[in-house]
């Protein structure tokens, strides 16, 4: 006899399962590839019970996204905790960490996903994004050792995730830039934030 009655930890379990899975799946196929049947057979429960917790794949995609954040806070104290290590060694590492995400089982939008996903979102959906968004980048400033502004949160946010999406999107959606150099130019770009960080770390100890 089919279940018609769910309690509250019920419904947080089933949802938990619906954001791993949908994170598994676009993380190894993409957004586009990966269909809601793919998600609902993956957690166990029917495309009907799906829909009463979202309205579509991209709102889950986004809300699944959510779930990596405290993992890669962790991976950032671990790299900064690490012994022998001078600081800029020490971010450089986290740096590249975070450049290879689906080696990592982390998903990390390319253009393409980002235009799909953000199109269909709500002003409120797209409004929860930006501050998860935030909240995020102003912990990992604070973990790195670097005294948090609005302005230094929201230029840490555009330079890592410049060069975060560009090297997913080499060669595939980006092919006028060469493939063979990506690693090379990545590690340049890298190093041009940390340079931007230590001078934050320094004009913070002159203050």
Same mark, same amino acid.
């Given at each position: 006899?089919?279940?018609?009655?769910?309690?509250?930890?019920?419904?947080?379990?089933?949802?938990?399962?619906?954001?791993?899975?949908?994170?598994?799946?676009?993380?190894?196929?993409?957004?586009?590839?990966?269909?809601?049947?793919?998600?609902? /057979?993956?957690?166990?429960?029917?495309?009907?019970?799906?829909?009463?917790?979202?309205?579509? /794949?991209?709102?889950?995609?986004?809300?699944?996204?959510?779930?990596?954040?405290?993992?890669?806070?962790?991976?950032?104290?671990?790299?900064?905790?690490?012994?022998?290590?001078?600081?800029?060694?020490?971010?450089?590492?986290?740096?590249?960490?975070?450049?290879?995400?689906? /080696?990592?089982?982390?998903?990390?939008?390319?253009?393409?996903?980002?235009?799909?996903?953000?199109?269909?979102?709500?002003?409120?959906?797209?409004?929860?994004?930006?501050?998860?968004?935030?909240?995020?980048?102003?912990?990992?400033?604070?973990?790195?050792?670097?005294?948090?502004?609005?302005?230094?949160?929201?230029?840490?946010?555009?330079?890592?995730?410049?060069?975060?999406?560009?090297? /997913?999107?080499?060669?595939?959606?980006?092919?006028?830039?060469?493939?063979?150099?990506?690693?090379?130019?990545?590690?340049?770009?890298?190093?041009?934030?940390?340079?931007?960080?230590?001078?934050?770390?320094?004009?913070?100890?002159?203050?």
């Amino acid at each position: 006899m089919p279940r018609v009655a769910y309690s509250r930890q019920d419904r947080q379990n089933v949802k938990e399962s619906l954001q791993a899975a949908a994170l598994e799946l676009v993380a190894a196929h993409g957004v586009r590839a990966t269909t809601v049947e793919q998600i609902y /057979k993956r957690a166990g429960i029917s495309r009907t019970f799906f829909y009463s917790f979202y309205s579509c /794949k991209e709102d889950l995609v986004v809300e699944a996204m959510y779930m990596q954040q405290p993992r890669v806070l962790k991976k950032a104290r671990d790299f900064m905790e690490k012994n022998g290590k001078c600081w800029r060694e020490k971010v450089m590492e986290f740096f590249l960490w975070c450049c290879t995400g689906e /080696k990592n089982n982390i998903f990390v939008m390319s253009i393409e996903e980002q235009q799909i996903i953000f199109s269909r979102l709500s002003h409120s959906g797209l409004d929860l994004f930006r501050e998860k968004q935030y909240e995020l980048f102003d912990s990992l400033l604070e973990i790195l050792g670097v005294r948090r502004t609005r302005d230094r949160v929201n230029i840490f946010i555009n330079l890592l995730m410049s060069v975060i999406v560009i090297k /997913k999107g080499v060669p595939g959606s980006i092919p006028l830039l060469v493939d063979e150099y990506s690693d090379k130019s990545t590690e340049i770009q890298l190093e041009g934030i940390t340079d931007f960080l230590e001078r934050c770390r320094k004009q913070d100890k002159t203050a």
